[in-house]
């Protein structure tokens, strides 16, 4: 069974930084892809990014474009979410996945964390 642990969410004010992690065991990471959602309340979870297994390819969703960068450490097995210029938009709980391949598609990830909350302050 995989496991994904997400952490690095808090309560920062727009226009800083934060850096989330997942932690992933269970299952060799180097062979799945892995994704991160957001969720605000009151609203459908969203993509956010995807990167591929051996972290060659990403995709964005537009909101984030320019403003976040999913990265990924095999050796690690741990992925990341750098988010800089955040807005109170971004507020919301972040949710990493992971799946056999890439995919904007929510449906496609097989495993989940459980969520880390980011709030952004005005």
């Known amino acids: 069974q995989v496991q994904l642990v997400e952490s690095g969410g808090g309560l920062v004010q727009a226009g800083d930084s934060l850096r989330l992690s997942c932690a992933v065991s269970?299952?060799?990471?180097?062979?799945?892809?892995m994704g991160w959602f957001r969720q605000a309340p009151g609203k459908e979870r969203e993509f956010v990014a995807t990167?591929?297994?051996?972290?060659?390819?990403?995709y964005y969703a537009a909101s984030v474009k320019g403003r976040f960068t999913i990265s990924r450490d095999n050796a690690k097995n741990t992925g990341y979410l750098q988010m800089n210029s955040l807005k109170p938009e971004d507020t919301a709980v972040f949710y990493c996945?992971?799946?056999?391949?890439?995919?904007?598609?929510?449906?496609?990830?097989?495993?989940w964390g459980q969520g880390t909350q980011v709030t952004v302050s005005s």
């Open positions: 996945a992971a799946a056999n391949r890439v995919d904007v598609r929510s449906s496609t990830y097989n495993y």
């Open positions: 269970g299952r060799t990471f180097s062979s799945l892809a």
């Open positions: 990167i591929s297994p051996s972290g060659i390819v990403s």
